[in-house]
């Protein structure tokens, strides 16, 4: 009977621990997803009327709208573009860094400045850079001899130049993770590669990089969120211009609820990204787990 009792409270005292945390997600992450789903199935009131259920027309609606494929396509080049080089680069400089080499600290200190600067101020010193006139990037060109582009005005340039700033913004915030994870590596495991005359990049692939394999599944998922829910520099660079040829989806939603003031269909598109996220994520997990060492 005592055993009995000491075993309840310590389940209570374990309920009481994760109650905050629990507080605090379905607050912020669990109602808000029901309530974007229900309004999902609404079409919305205006003059005061009361929104009109209509189950899923919204979504067959969202089947039938070109924009959205535009814009969806769009995101998955983003995606493609931001994601791998981001992680390569971050893993590259953590590698360097994490090297002995003169005056580590300011490079550190170098690589990680852009992640610390806000969106809005990188998205404008970007936009000097780019600037068709007077921007850095046309200035270089036209010491070369070369004619100047116009980056953020071409459609077929305007996303990539959208990337490139995305890449120079992330890379060093992810180098953080992976160099924590670099440190924690025993030496040993260095000497005794050293005595049996492993090659570095043996020894980078085969004991290194595995050991890496929980930092790295962490940095997907987060490198992956970030690919979607990107609004500021696209509302300071391109407005998802010329054409749509920069438009994303989290500001595809964003223009629907804020601009034609369709807060539904919105909802709607807020569905269909967060289906995306969870199997993608779930993929992720699946695949990237199996090789994912925690010990």
């Known amino acids: 009977m005592a055993a009995m009792t000491s075993y309840r409270r310590m389940q209570l005292y374990g309920a009481l621990l994760l109650l905050p945390a629990a507080v605090l997600l379905a607050t912020f992450a669990y109602l808000p997803t029901i309530a974007t789903l229900i309004n999902s199935l609404f079409l919305p009131g205006f003059r005061g009327e009361p929104a009109e259920f209509v189950g899923l027309e919204n979504y067959q609606l969202l089947i039938e709208d070109t924009t959205f494929w535009r814009v969806a396509r769009n995101n998955l080049i983003y995606a493609l573009g931001t994601i791998p080089t981001s992680i390569a680069i971050a893993l590259g400089m953590a590698l360097f860094v994490n090297a002995r080499l003169p005056g580590r600290g300011f490079v550190r200190m170098a690589y990680f400045t852009p992640t610390i600067l806000p969106m809005i101020a990188a998205a404008n010193i970007w936009m000097f850079f780019y600037a068709p006139q007077i921007g850095l990037f046309n200035k270089l060109l036209g010491a070369l001899g070369l004619s100047g582009v116009n980056w953020l005005g071409d459609p077929s340039v305007a996303l990539t130049s959208v990337i490139v700033m995305t890449v120079w913004k992330e890379a060093g915030f992810f180098m953080i993770f992976y160099l924590a994870a670099l440190q924690s590596i025993p030496p040993e495991l260095k000497e005794a590669s050293d005595l049996e005359g492993t090659s570095r990049w043996s020894f980078f692939w085969r004991v290194t990089f595995p050991l890496l394999m929980p930092t790295t599944l962490f940095v997907l998922i987060n490198a992956l969120i970030n690919a979607?829910?990107?609004?500021?520099?696209?509302?300071?660079?391109?407005?998802?211009?010329?054409?749509?040829?920069?438009?994303?989806?989290?500001?595809?939603?964003?223009?629907?609820?804020?601009?034609?003031?369709?807060?539904?269909?919105?909802?709607?598109?807020?569905?269909?990204?967060?289906?995306?996220?969870?199997?993608?994520?779930?993929?992720?997990?699946?695949?990237?787990?199996?090789?994912?060492?925690?010990?």
């Open 228 to 295: 979607v829910r990107v609004v500021d520099h696209l509302f300071i660079l391109t407005k998802g211009g010329p054409n749509n040829a920069t438009n994303l989806l989290l500001y595809y939603v964003y223009e629907n609820a804020f601009s034609f003031f369709d807060r539904t269909y919105a909802a709607t598109i807020t569905v269909v990204i967060l289906l995306v996220l969870a199997v993608v994520a779930t993929v992720k997990f699946a695949i990237l787990d199996r090789r994912t060492h925690y010990q």
